[in-house]
């Protein structure tokens, strides 16, 4: 079953604008992940923000996670139609564990 | 950075006939590959975890005869779709574990249609 739950599933927004995206989960987690992934491409991976972390950034990335409410958020800043894509948040259960994917969220960045 | 190269970004094959897919990390060694299964516009669905000189282990629900999986290097994974049927037709994409941050390094997939 999926761990990861993502909101909304599709979101489209103006370049310049900010996109949040959100995603929820059920069981304990050692760290949450974001990936990105452009049609018909692999993924690649954005940002790992650990269990006893509560925010992290990166460049126009800023992730939260509340493990009390067993979700996370990812907020790009200033968008561009290049981050046009689908985001998937991740779960994992240790340094090594397989990652459990949720659903992904498609963002249509519109120049 | 760390580097996973996926072979064949396609493939076509007819029914009843076998594909093997390879995945290689390129600068790092991968003790441990993940292989998944996206349908589109879906998300990735772990197949199996591949371990290097051991038997790969599947999820539930995977026939391990029909997806045949082989670490034999810490840097090459395969795996090969066996006596293909067009249900097979999906999105394949492997993942090794990178060098920092616990990420995780994806190849770049291989698109499967078995007509």
């Known amino acids: 079953s999926q761990q990861g739950e993502e909101d909304p599933q599709a979101l489209s927004i103006q370049e310049g604008e900010n996109a949040t995206m959100n995603c929820s989960y059920k069981t304990s987690i050692n760290n949450l992940q974001w990936y990105r992934q452009n049609s018909g491409r692999g993924l690649v991976h954005l940002i790992l923000?650990?269990?006893?972390?509560r925010e992290k950034h990166s460049g126009r990335l800023r992730v939260t996670l509340d493990t009390s409410k067993k979700s996370s958020s990812l907020l790009i800043t200033a968008s561009r139609a290049a981050d046009t894509a689908s985001y998937f948040c991740a779960t994992g259960t240790g340094a090594n564990s397989k990652l459990t994917f949720g659903k992904g969220i498609t963002l249509s960045v519109r120049p | 950075g760390a580097v996973v190269s996926q072979h064949p970004s396609r493939v076509i094959c007819k029914s009843g006939t076998s594909v093997k897919i390879e995945c290689r990390s390129l600068d790092f060694q991968a003790t441990t590959m993940f292989w998944y299964r996206q349908f589109p516009k879906q998300s990735l669905m772990l197949m199996a975890t591949?371990?290097?000189?051991?038997?790969?282990?599947?999820e539930q629900g995977v026939e391990k005869d029909k997806f045949l999986i082989n670490h034999a290097s810490l840097t090459l994974s395969t795996l090969t779709v066996t006596s293909a049927h067009p249900e097979d037709s999906s999105f394949y994409i492997c993942s090794a574990r990178g060098e920092s941050n616990y990420g995780y390094t994806f190849g770049s997939g291989t698109r499967l249609t078995v007509v």
């Open positions: 591949s371990n290097e000189g051991s038997k790969a282990t599947y």
């Open positions: 923000i650990r269990s006893n972390e």
